[in-house]
């Protein structure tokens, strides 16, 4: 249990759907990631947030849309996906400490999702 | 380009030890991170090296060079359940987190 906490496991998606990913943090950190997860390949950070702020969005198509509605609390909303879309979906966790350089991540178990 | 390089898959016998092995070339350096993922779950922290040098914990043991851009995750006392896939990433200058490929790692009996 890494105290990051990821719904739903599994997704299958049509291309014309619309569906939310939802991670919960209980570790009182203050910053909270998006990773994309492709076989073989290394992860590709999406989304971060820093204290509810966010701080970077590294040219991820509008399709995805992110929300953090509070510092435990990340969303990740999906429409017209597309079959390379499909991979697993990573949410992470950390202290959020600006001041304490670079730190360890906490990830969710992932949300699989596959777009047909 | 940034880049890390790690062997994609490696086979090693239960009780062997196993070292697997991470190459970088990135903008800076601001140390890095070993990370185990078992299939379907949450990658988990294993070590975090910024100077040169051997970190030893219990039965991993993690290495950095910084002036050969190399570093190795060392496993002794090889059990089942170390099956998985080992993610090597490096902070870089700007405190962008680089990842490898990572290695997955089988233990037969």
């Known amino acids: 249990e890494t105290g990051v906490t990821q719904t739903p496991r599994h997704l299958v998606m049509g291309m014309t759907n619309k569906k939310s990913l939802k991670c919960e943090q209980h570790?009182?950190?203050?910053?909270m990631y998006w990773y994309k997860q492709s076989a073989k390949k290394p992860l590709e950070l999406m989304f971060v947030y820093n204290f509810k702020e966010q701080t970077e969005n590294n040219s991820v198509p509008s399709r995805f849309s992110p929300e953090c509605p509070n510092s435990s609390h990340l969303f990740l909303h999906l429409h017209t996906l597309q079959p390379e879309d499909s991979a697993l979906y990573l949410c992470?966790?950390?202290?959020?400490?600006?001041?304490?350089?670079?730190?360890?991540?906490?990830f969710g178990s992932g949300t699989q999702l596959s777009v047909l | 380009g940034q880049n890390i390089d790690q062997p994609t898959e490696m086979t090693a016998t239960e009780g062997a030890i196993v070292q697997i092995n991470c190459t970088y070339q990135t903008s800076g350096f601001n140390g890095l991170f070993w990370y185990q993922q078992h299939a379907g779950e949450a990658p988990t922290f294993l070590s975090y090296n910024v100077l040169d040098g051997l970190e030893e914990k219990g039965r991993f043991s993690s290495f950095l060079s910084r002036s050969k851009g190399y570093s190795y995750l060392l496993l002794k006392e090889l059990q089942m359940k170390d099956s998985a896939s080992y993610l090597c990433a490096v902070v870089d200058s700007n405190y962008q987190l680089i990842w490898g490929a990572g290695t997955k790692l089988i233990i037969k009996p």
């Open positions: 570790l009182g950190h203050n910053a």
């Open positions: 992470a966790s950390s202290q959020g400490d600006r001041d304490r350089g670079y730190e360890k991540l906490f």
